[in-house]
C-alpha cells in the first residue's frame, strides 16, 4: 500500500514539475497570441472604390494574410487605391512595409503584395499581415486553344468523333468502304482500334454519323441507310428511298412533333426533295423541291434552340449538285422546308470542309479549302444565326493553329470546351487533337 502510494505521489510530482513546460508549449499556440488579439484587423476591403466594392478581403489571423479570393477584373488597376481598414484597436502606429507609416485615406499601391503592422491601443499587441490584391491575369474574353495529343489516327483527315458511354471514339471511312473506328479511354491521349464493325458493304459519308432513338445511323454511297445499336453490328434499313444526304436528327417540338432525321432524298423521277425520317414504319416524308444552289456535300452544320426553344439546323458552305462552291447560310426547324438565312451575300469565301458551331450563344464558323484549295485559318463568328457574319475578334482566333485546317471534326463539349479533331492542312493528315475555351467559361457559374 505505501508502494502504491509512493508511486502515486511520485507521478503527481512529475505531472506538477512538467506543467510549466507543457504550459509554455502550449502558451507559444495559444488563442490569443496567434488568432485573436487587440491588434488585429476586423476588417479589410476598398468600401469607397467604384467597380471593387464588391470584393470581399479575408482576414486569416492565423497566418497573417489579407487576400481576395474571386480576383478582381482583367486589367484592373490597383497601383493606386485607397483601403477601408478597420483595427480591433490601435494606436495609431500603422505600417506598411515596415517604414511608411499609414493613417486612413492614404492612397497605396497594391500591384505588388504589402505588408501591414499595427500595434494595439495599449501598446502590447503587435500584428503583422501580407496583403495581396488578387486579379485576373488573362483577358476573361480570350480564347485559350492548345494541343491535347499528337496521337490522333490518321487514317483519314475525315473523321467523326463522338462521345459514347463517356469514351471519345473517333470514326473514318476508308475509300476502300465499311468504317474504321477509335477508342480513346484516357481523354484522347492515346487512341486503340476498335474491333472491326459487320454489315457495311458500301462506301460511307462518315459526317452523316448520327444517333436517332437510340439507334446510330449512316449513309452510304449508294443512298441506303445502315443503323446499328452498337456502333459495331450495323443493317441496312428496309427502305428502299434513295438518300441523297443525311444531315442530322432534329429534335421535335414538345406536343407539335416527333424527333427525326432530316436529309435530301430522291423521288422516282431523279427531282431532289427536302425530307424527314421518323422510323422504319413512318418512312420518308418529303418536303419542298432542292434548290439548284443548296449543299448536297462538303457542308458544315450545326445544331441548336432559338431563344424560344424552337430546334433548327443550320448549314453553310459545302458544295451543290453541280459540284460549285456553296457560300450561302441555309436553316431548317422542320427539316420539310428549308430557307436562305443571309438576304445578301456573305462577308466569307465559299469553301468546303468546314466546321460550324454553337459556343457561348454565338455561331461559329472555321477552316475549310476555298476554291484554290487553299486552308483558311480564320474564325467568323455570327450572332444572330446565321444571318451575317463577320471575322471573330482577334482575342477569340485559333491562332494557335498553324496554317489552319479543313474536314476537322469540332465537338462542343457542356458548352465549355471547344475540341477539334484531326482534319488536314495542305497536303497533311493532322494528328493532332486540340482543346481549347474562353477563358471566363471556366470560372465559377460561367
Known amino acids: 500500500m505505501n508502494k502504491l502510494l509512493y508511486s502515486i505521489g511520485k507521478k503527481v510530482c512529475l505531472l506538477v514539475l512538467l506543467s510549466p513546460v507543457l504550459l509554455g508549449v502550449s502558451s507559444c499556440h495559444s488563442f490569443e497570441d496567434q488568432s485573436f488579439s487587440l491588434a488585429n484587423v476586423q476588417h479589410f476591403g476598398f468600401d469607397s472604390v467604384p467597380g471593387i466594392t464588391r470584393y470581399v478581403f479575408y482576414v486569416d489571423n492565423f497566418a497573417g494574410l489579407i487576400y481576395n479570393n474571386d480576383s478582381l477584373p482583367y486589367q484592373t488597376r490597383i497601383d493606386s487605391l485607397v483601403p477601408s481598414i478597420v483595427f480591433f484597436s490601435s494606436n495609431g502606429n500603422v505600417f506598411i512595409n515596415d517604414t511608411m507609416l499609414w493613417k486612413p485615406g492614404d492612397v497605396l499601391d497594391f500591384s505588388r503584395p504589402l505588408s501591414l503592422t499595427n500595434t494595439s491601443d495599449d501598446g502590447k499587441h503587435q500584428k503583422k499581415y501580407r496583403i495581396r490584391v488578387n486579379t485576373h491575369q488573362i483577358n476573361p474574353d480570350s480564347m485559350v486553344m492548345n494541343v491535347l495529343s499528337s496521337r490522333f489516327p490518321t487514317i483519314a483527315a475525315r473523321n467523326k468523333t463522338i462521345l459514347y458511354n463517356g469514351l471519345f471514339k473517333a470514326f473514318f471511312a476508308p475509300d476502300t468502304g465499311s468504317i474504321i473506328s477509335y477508342t480513346s479511354t484516357d481523354q484522347c491521349l492515346t487512341w486503340s482500334a476498335d474491333a472491326p464493325v459487320s454489315g457495311l458493304n458500301d462506301t460511307i459519308f462518315i459526317q452523316s454519323l448520327t444517333e436517332f432513338k ?27 428511298t434513295k438518300v441523297v444526304s443525311l444531315f442530322a436528327k432534329l429534335e421535335g417540338r414538345k406536343f407539335l412533333s416527333e424527333d427525326a432525321l432530316v436529309g435530301i432524298v430522291a423521288d422516282n423521277n431523279g427531282d431532289l426533295h427536302f425530307a424527314r425520317f421518323e422510323g422504319e414504319s413512318e418512312g ?121 485546317l479543313a474536314y476537322q471534326d469540332i465537338f462542343v463539349e457542356e458548352g465549355k470546351y471547344i475540341w477539334i479533331f484531326g482534319g488536314e492542312s495542305g497536303s497533311n493528315i493532322s494528328n493532332k487533337v486540340w482543346k481549347g475555351n474562353i477563358h471566363r467559361k471556366l470560372f465559377p457559374g460561367k
Open 284 to 404: 420518308w416524308e418529303c418536303g419542298t423541291a432542292v434548290p439548284e444552289n443548296f449543299p448536297l456535300c462538303e457542308y458544315a452544320l450545326t445544331k441548336y434552340k432559338t431563344v424560344t426553344d424552337v430546334p433548327y439546323i443550320s448549314l453553310l458552305g459545302g458544295k451543290n449538285a453541280s459540284g460549285a462552291l456553296n457560300g450561302d447560310s441555309w436553316s431548317t426547324m422542320d427539316g420539310l422546308y428549308w430557307i436562305k438565312v443571309n438576304t445578301k451575300p456573305l462577308h466569307i469565301e465559299p469553301r468546303q470542309g468546314a466546321s460550324l458551331f454553337h459556343y457561348d450563344d454565338k455561331m461559329f464558323y472555321y477552316g475549310g479549302l476555298d476554291s484554290r484549295g487553299l486552308c483558311d485559318n480564320t474564325l467568323y463568328v455570327s450572332g444572330n444565326n446565321g444571318v451575317t457574319w463577320s471575322a471573330a475578334d482577334t482575342l477569340l482566333q485559333f491562332y494557335s493553329i498553324d496554317g489552319g
Open 214 to 240: 437510340g439507334q446510330y445511323y449512316l449513309l452510304g454511297k449508294q443512298g441506303r441507310l445502315y443503323y446499328s445499336g452498337d456502333l459495331n453490328q450495323w443493317s441496312g434499313s428496309a427502305d428502299s
